[in-house]
């Protein structure tokens, strides 16, 4: 009978459940931004399960909004959920970073040193010489697992902070050479490097 009473309650219908609303929004939304990106990344069957309980949530916290459409509260709780999912389901995604880039580099300075240490460091690279605008230089091709990203680009900057660099997504990947997952690779500042 209390329960009864306290979901009756002023406090519950303009407090509670408008905050019941908010996180079910974030819930569904979050799952929809992982689950978008677990397509484009080929995962289908979590994709799918991800979808499932999406839609769940999504119809729970609908037929609440439209059943009270004289309470705008609900309303705004509704939207405030929707953006603050969209931010938390790419700051999620960015966590978990699933799939892998392909960083290509092109720099005018002497490469080998930055192809050495990333080499050493367990990336797999692979270098060429090629005609520039302005004369000659190096393309680094280097395809890296979406959390170590940070890492090679800390690297490239360390190397020649003006080095241009592009970041592609991969679909799919055959083999490859990456470094272990279990091994912190940490570059160390003031590196002796050629062509400085």
């Given amino acids: 009978m209390q329960v009864s009473s306290f979901m009756d309650s ?26 978008i990106i677990f397509v484009s990344k080929g995962i289908k069957f979590w994709a799918s ?41 790419a700051f999620l995604e960015e966590k978990i970073a699933i799939g892998v880039n392909l960083v290509r580099v092109i720099t005018n300075k002497e490469a080998q040193p930055l192809v050495d240490y990333l080499n050493k460091g367990g990336f797999g690279v692979t270098s060429l ?24 680009i800390d690297i490239v900057n360390e190397f020649n902070p003006n080095a241009f660099y592009s970041i592609e997504e991969v ?15 940490k570059f160390r500042n ?5 062509g400085k």
Avoid: H
């Avoid at 839609?55 to 009270?68: K, T």
């Avoid at 679909?171 to 690779?185: D, L, Y």
């Avoid at 003031?190 to 050629?194: E, M």
């Fill in 129 to 152: 010489d090629a005609e520039g605008s302005k004369g000659p230089v190096k393309i680094i091709y280097s395809v890296v697992r979406r959390k170590d990203l940070k890492k090679i």
């Fill in 49 to 89: 399960v991800l979808g499932f309980f999406e839609i769940m949530v999504w119809l729970v916290a609908i037929s609440q909004v439209m059943n009270n459409l004289d309470k705008p509260l609900y309303a705004i709780a509704y939207a405030l959920g929707f953006a603050t999912g969209n931010y938390l389901g």
């Fill in 10 to 35: 002023t406090f519950f219908s303009l407090v509670i459940f408008p905050i019941i609303i908010f996180a079910m929004r974030l819930c569904d939304v979050s799952l929809m931004t992982i689950r």
């Fill in 171 to 185: 679909r799919a990947i055959n083999k490859g050479i990456f470094p272990p997952q279990n091994v912190n690779f």
């Fill in 190 to 194: 003031k590196l002796t490097r050629k």
